[in-house]
């Protein structure tokens, strides 16, 4: 069945940079469109950044536009999400999810996928 494996989180200072990546398997990866989600303790989780087929559409939240760039390697299954310049507040359980059909873009909604990942951990200190 489809699974979906995240890795690259840590404990980082604010200012410095990540990459998470999400290693897919069990389906066609490069028919659907991707998408990075996170959720922080106490709160609802929320779209970060969505990548279409082929990679030629990305979406991102207005809170790490310009600092967030997700991209996608259909020859190895796998989409990333480099984080520079992390702030405090993008402290969170980062989640890859695939959406329930073949979107050409990425959906913004949690509710239209249905595939997911088991998370990364990212913890900014300031």
């Not at 490069?30 to 030629?56: H, L, N, T």
């Not at 299954?77 to 999810?97: H, I």
């Not at 959406?99 to 990425?106: F, K, L, N, Q, V």
């Amino acid at each position: 069945q489809a699974q979906l494996v995240e890795s690259g989180g840590g404990l980082v200072q604010a200012g410095d940079s990540l990459r998470l990546s999400c290693a897919a398997s069990g389906f066609t990866f490069g028919s659907y469109a991707m998408g990075w989600f996170r959720q922080a303790p106490g709160k609802e989780r929320e779209f970060v950044a969505g990548i279409s087929v082929r990679g030629g559409i990305t979406d991102y939240a207005d809170s790490v536009k310009g600092r967030f760039t997700i991209s996608r390697d259909d020859s190895k299954n796998t989409v990333y999400l480099q984080m520079n310049n992390l702030k405090p507040e993008d402290t969170a359980v980062y989640y890859c999810a695939r959406p329930t059909r073949s979107y050409g873009t990425a959906p913004r909604g949690a509710q239209n996928y249905n595939t997911w990942g088991q998370g990364t951990q990212v913890t900014v200190s300031s």
